[in-house]
C-alpha cells in the first residue's frame, strides 16, 4: 500500500476508512495477542533478559515512525559524550539512511548495525565504546538497558490508540508503564499542545516526563558550503523532495518559515532511482530552492543531478521541560560506567 493510502486508513474519519480498519481488526487483535504474550514472558522471568559488557540506554516509541528517534538518540550520545563518556549507536539499521545520518551527526562515534541488539552492544564494547544508545529498541526487552526514554509525538498525541495494521501502534499505551522516562516530541504543535500530550502520557506511564521540540534550523548545501539561516525561505518557492516518515510536518516547518512549498513526498527510507532525481532536478528548475532532509540527503546528495544546488533542513533538539529527568538518566548512565569493571578507567 502507498504512504497515502495507509495514512488514510490509520488516520481517516470517514465511513471508509472505518470500514478499512474494522477489516482489519482480526488481524491487529491477533498482533495484540502476540506482543501480550511476549511481554509476559519478560515481565515474569520467562523470557531472559541479557546484560551486555557496557550499559545502555534505549530510545524508543509506541507507534511506526514520525516521532523522533534518530535525532534524539544522536542528542544523547553527543551529550554522553560531553559528559565523559564513549558512547556508540546501536541499531536495527531499517533503511540505509539511519547509519549514515548518525555518522553525520556524531563524527568520531561508532555506529554499529545489526538486528540483534545484544550483539550489537558487544560489538560496541569490543570498538572501545563504554556506553551504548539503543536507537529503536524499546519493543526489544532481551537487551538489558539502564533506561527507557520512550518518544510521542505531540502532533499524534495518544487519541486513537490502534495496533497494526488497522494504526500505527506496536504497542498501546499501557506499554508506557515500562518507560523511565516519556518524551514528548514536537515539531509544529505549540508548546502548550506539547504540555496537555506530556499530561495524558504521565497519567499513563505514572511518572512525570519531558518534551523536547525538534525544529528546524540552518539550510546546509550538499555539496558543501556556507549555511543559509532558515529565514532565506520567506517569500521563496521551495520544491521539498523526500522519503520520511511524516513528511507534511517537514512541509508545515519550512511554511511556517514563510516559504511556498511544494511537496514530493516519497515512503520512508525510499531508495531513490536515478529517473526519480532527474525528474525532481528538472522540477526543481521552477523553484528558488530544492530542500531534503539530512536523512535523504545522505543518500542522494552524491547522486543529485544538478544544475540546481540540493539543501538540506538541519534540525536543533531543545529540551524544553524535564531537563533534570534527563540529568537523572546521565547520570544513572555514567554510575553505571564507574560501576562496570570492564569500563573503568
Known amino acids: 500500500m ?7 486508513i490509520w488516520f481517516g474519519r470517514g465511513p471508509l476508512a472505518g470500514a478499512a480498519r474494522t477489516a482489519l481488526w482480526p488481524a491487529a487483535a491477533a498482533y495484540r495477542a502476540a506482543t501480550a504474550l511476549r511481554n509476559r514472558r519478560y515481565d515474569r522471568g520467562a523470557s531472559a533478559v541479557e546484560r551486555g559488557p557496557i550499559p545502555a540506554v534505549a530510545v524508543g516509541n509506541l507507534t511506526v515512525g514520525g516521532t523522533g528517534k534518530t535525532p534524539v538518540a544522536a542528542w544523547l550520545a553527543a551529550e554522553l559524550a ?5 558512547p556508540a549507536i546501536v541499531l536495527r539499521g531499517y533503511g540505509a539512511d539511519e547509519p549514515l545520518v548518525h555518522e553525520r551527526l556524531n563524527p568520531g562515534v561508532p555506529v554499529v548495525v545489526s538486528p540483534d541488539r545484544v550483539a550489537g552492544v558487544l560489538r560496541a564494547a569490543s570498538l572501545g565504546a563504554t556506553a551504548a544508545v539503543l536507537d529503536d529498541a524499546f519493543q526489544h526487552r532481551r537487551a538489558a538497558r539502564v533506561a527507557d526514554l ?15 495494521p488497522a494504526g500505527p501502534y506496536r504497542e498501546l499505551p499501557a506499554a508506557l508503564r515500562r518507560a523511565t522516562l516519556v518524551v514528548v516530541t514536537r515539531k509544529t504543535a505549540s508548546a ?12 499513563y506511564a505514572g511518572k512525570p516526563g519531558a518534551v523536547m521540540s525538534l525544529l528546524p534550523g540552518a539550510l546546509i548545501p550538499v555539496a558543501g558550503g556556507d549555511p543559509v539561516p532558515l529565514g532565506a525561505l520567506a517569500g521563496r518557492t521551495v520544491l521539498l523532495a523526500t522519503g520520511v516518515g511524516e513528511p507534511d510536518l517537514v512541509a508545515s516547518q519550512l511554511s511556517a518559515a514563510g516559504a511556498e512549498v511544494r511537496l514530493r ?11 526519480e532525481l532527474a525528474a525532481l532536478a528538472g522540477e526543481a528548475r521552477g523553484a528558488e530552492y530544492a530542500v531534503c532532509t539530512l536523512k535523504d540527503a545522505v543518500k542522494i546528495g552524491a ?39 570492564s569500563t573503568a578507567g
Not at 150 to 164: Q, W
Not at 192 to 203: F, K, P, T
Request: zero cysteines; a negative charge.
Open 2 to 8: 502507498t504512504r497515502g493510502l495507509v495514512n488514510a
Open 150 to 164: 520512550v518518544l510521542i509525538s505531540a502532533e499524534r498525541g495518544l487519541t486513537g490508540a490502534r495496533l497494526l
Open 82 to 86: 560531553a559528559r565523559g563518556a564513549r
Open 303 to 341: 547522486r543529485w543531478p544538478g544544475p540546481a544546488p540540493l539543501w538540506y533542513v538541519s534540525q536543533t533538539v531543545t529540551v524544553e521541560r524535564g531537563a533534570a529527568l534527563l540529568e537523572a538518566v546521565f547520570a544513572s548512565m555514567l554510575a553505571a560506567i564507574t560501576e562496570n569493571p
Open 192 to 203: 502548550e499542545h506539547a504540555e496537555a500530550v506530556l499530561r495524558d502520557a504521565e497519567r
Open 265 to 275: 513526498a516519497f515512503a520512508d527510507h525510499h531508495a531513490f532511482t536515478d529517473a
